[in-house]
Structure formats: structure tokens, C-alpha cells
């Protein structure tokens, strides 16, 4: 509870003992004027004024009047009970939706917290697992095309040798050196320098 | 002494060169025995002819120089400096694909001493896989230039030549 509610209360009660005390001081001053107008009745006359039968009829007016007044300081009462009721209800209404709209805003970014905390680790778990992806895709890449290299290698060295082969089965006997004297000639003029260098060494 | 000599283009070998050397100095033998006879017996003129092989036939013909007892100085000098020859002359050693005829090894010999050294030798070896071209080796470094080499040099173009083909 705080201190706007205990204030409130505080409030309430305070009105409640003034309407209390506020009828007891009506009804104490009706009693207190009807005894008073007893005793002026009984000064003023000094004899035998009124008979008894208008004694009995001022006394039952008398009464009558009193129970009026005590229905309109009841009714008065009840109004104003109705309007500080109405008025704490109210209030009361007003504070609770107050308060309401306090928590609810504090739930809603409380929740708008563990949205974006959530969003942002799937965010984070989404970027890790991405990444990872990436780095298997590129290791396997990698593993596939040295693998690839690989096997292009074996595969020309075999060729490489298929072909020599064939190729010097095919001319074992029959190499016309004759015929490759202009590219041997050709071939030795291109590194002519060089072999003149090392021989001169 | 020691004169400038011409080798003939059929001696292209430095084991060559030893063979005619020996065969020199027993020629140079025989013409001194020969000159010792005339100079006893008071000839004028050789009464025999030595017998000499093509090669030595080839080198003094090159040379000038005959072989009788009057070009004995000559032959000596002529020993002198064949032997020094030997022991002095570059060489290079040549492999080809196939055994080469004498007229092949001339023209490589005749490249050799015109555009490397006048007085190279070289000698030959035969390995038939390299399928064609030569390899030219000069003390420790050599020259590639066979077929086979290049075959495998450029053996991406197999690869290509063989996928075109597919």
C-alpha cells in the first residue's frame, strides 16, 4: 500500500467520523431545542397555558419533527456517504488503473527485453551456425578440389607415361635422327650462350 | 713443342683422340727406327710407307704433316700437342634416341666446334626413350631438349588435346 492509498484512507475515515460527529451534533441540538422550548413553555406560561390535550399534540409535533430531522440528517448522511463512496471508488478505480497501466508498461518492456534478448541470441546462434556452415563448406571445398588436384596429377602422370610409352614402343626402331637434325640444331642455337658459358667454366 | 693443330670432324672424341695418340707415338717409333736405318745405310729417301688408319691418316692430312723421317720434328710437335690436347680439351657428352651415323655426329661435332669450341670433344650415348631430340650435358649441368621432356613439359596439352578430342 502507499502513501497515496494510506492518505486516501486516511481521508475516509476522517470524513466518516466528521459525519458522525456532524449528525450526533444535529440530533444533540434538535434534543437540545426541543428541551429548551420545553422550559420556554414552561417560563413564559408560568400557569397552565396549554392544555393537556395540546401538550400531547405539541409533544407528538415535536416528535414529528425530530424524526424528520433525523430522516433528513440520515438522508444528508447517505448522500454524502453515496458521494464519497462514488468519489473513493473513483479514486480507487483511478489508482488501480494507474497502477495497471504502470505494471502492465513495466511487463511490456520487461517483455519487449526478453524479445530482443531472444531475438538477438538466435540472432548470435543463427550467425555461429552460419559461419560454421561456411567454414565446413570451405573446408570441404578445399579437401574436394585438392582431392580433385590430386587425381587430375595421377591421372596426367599416367597419361604422361601411357603416351611416352606408346610413343617410344611406336619409335624405338625406327627414330630418324636425320629428320630431327634442324630441331636438335634449332634447340641447341636457343641455349647456345648458356652451353658456351659452361663449357668456357 | 706445341703447335696449333686442326681435329678433323670425325675425331670427336676424346677417347678418340687418346686411340690416335697411341697410334702416333708407335708411328713416331717406327719413323725414328726408319731414320736411324737411312742414316746408317746412307739412304736419301724412306723405302717403305707406314700404314696408317683413317683417323691418323685424317689428322695429318688436316695438319700438313706427313708421316717419314723427314717430318719426324713435325710428328713429334704434333704428338706433343695432341697429347696436351687431351688432357686440356673441353668436352660434352650428347644423348640421343637413336645410335648416330658418322654423318649426323659431324654435323653435331661441326656445330659443337663452331659456335662453342673450336677444339670440343664430345661423346655419344643412346637412350630410346627419350623418343627423339637430344641431352646435352657439360660438366654438371645438362640441356634437355628431347621429345620426351617436352611431352612431359607440356603435358597439360595432352590433357587438353584429350578432352578437345572427347
Same mark, same amino acid.
Given at each position: 500500500m502507499d502513501s497515496f492509498q494510506l492518505t486516501v484512507l486516511i481521508g475516509l475515515f476522517t470524513l466518516v467520523i466528521v459525519n458522525v460527529a456532524y449528525i450526533l451534533w444535529a440530533l444533540g441540538g434538535k434534543l437540545h431545542h426541543k428541551s429548551s422550548s420545553k422550559r420556554y413553555n414552561v417560563h413564559v406560561d408560568g400557569?397552565?397555558?396549554?392544555s393537556r390535550h395540546e401538550m400531547t399534540e405539541v409533544g407528538q409535533k415535536a416528535e414529528a419533527d425530530l424524526a424528520a430531522a433525523a430522516a433528513q440528517s440520515s438522508d444528508d448522511f447517505h448522500a454524502m456517504l453515496d458521494a464519497t463512496m462514488t468519489e473513493l471508488n473513483t479514486k480507487a478505480k483511478d489508482m488501480i488503473t494507474q497502477t495497471l497501466s504502470k505494471e502492465f508498461e513495466a511487463y511490456h518492456n520487461s517483455l519487449a527485453k526478453v524479445r530482443t534478448q531472444t531475438l538477438k541470441e538466435f540472432t548470435d546462434i543463427k550467425k555461429a551456425s552460419d559461419e560454421q556452415k561456411k567454414n565446413l563448406q570451405d573446408e570441404f571445398e578445399a579437401k574436394v578440389t585438392a582431392q580433385e588436384a590430386l587425381r587430375l596429377d595421377q591421372f596426367n602422370q599416367r597419361l604422361d607415361d601411357i603416351v611416352s610409352s606408346y610413343i617410344v614402343e611406336s619409335l624405338e626402331h625406327n627414330v630418324d635422327l636425320g629428320a630431327q637434325m634442324k630441331y636438335i640444331i634449332a634447340s641447341l642455337e636457343s641455349r647456345k650462350e648458356d652451353i658456351k658459358k659452361d663449357v668456357l667454366a | 713443342m706445341s703447335m696449333k693443330v686442326k681435329i678433323p670432324l %670425325?675425331?670427336?672424341s676424346s677417347d678418340q683422340l687418346g686411340e690416335l695418340t697411341w697410334e702416333l707415338e708407335q708411328k713416331i717409333a717406327e719413323v725414328r727406327r726408319l731414320a736411324i736405318q737411312n742414316t746408317v745405310l746412307g739412304r %736419301?729417301?724412306?723405302?717403305v710407307s707406314f700404314d696408317l688408319s683413317p683417323s691418323l691418316q685424317s689428322v695429318l692430312d688436316t695438319n700438313n704433316v706427313t708421316c717419314d723421317t723427314a717430318s719426324l720434328e713435325a710428328l713429334e710437335g704434333l704428338l706433343g700437342t695432341l697429347k696436351a690436347l687431351r688432357d686440356t680439351a673441353p668436352e660434352v657428352h650428347l644423348t640421343l634416341a637413336a645410335f648416330p651415323t658418322l654423318a649426323i655426329r659431324r654435323q653435331l661435332v661441326e656445330w659443337l666446334r663452331k659456335e662453342?669450341?673450336?677444339?670440343v670433344f664430345c661423346s655419344f650415348s643412346v637412350r630410346?626413350?627419350?623418343?627423339?631430340g637430344l641431352i646435352i650435358r657439360t660438366g654438371a649441368v645438362q640441356y634437355d631438349f628431347s621429345f620426351r621432356s617436352r611431352l612431359i613439359n607440356n603435358k597439360h596439352r595432352i590433357s587438353e588435346i584429350y578432352s578437345d578430342a572427347k
Open positions: 400557569a397552565k397555558v396549554f | %670425325e675425331i670427336s %736419301e729417301k724412306d723405302v662453342i669450341h673450336p677444339q630410346s626413350d627419350l623418343c627423339g
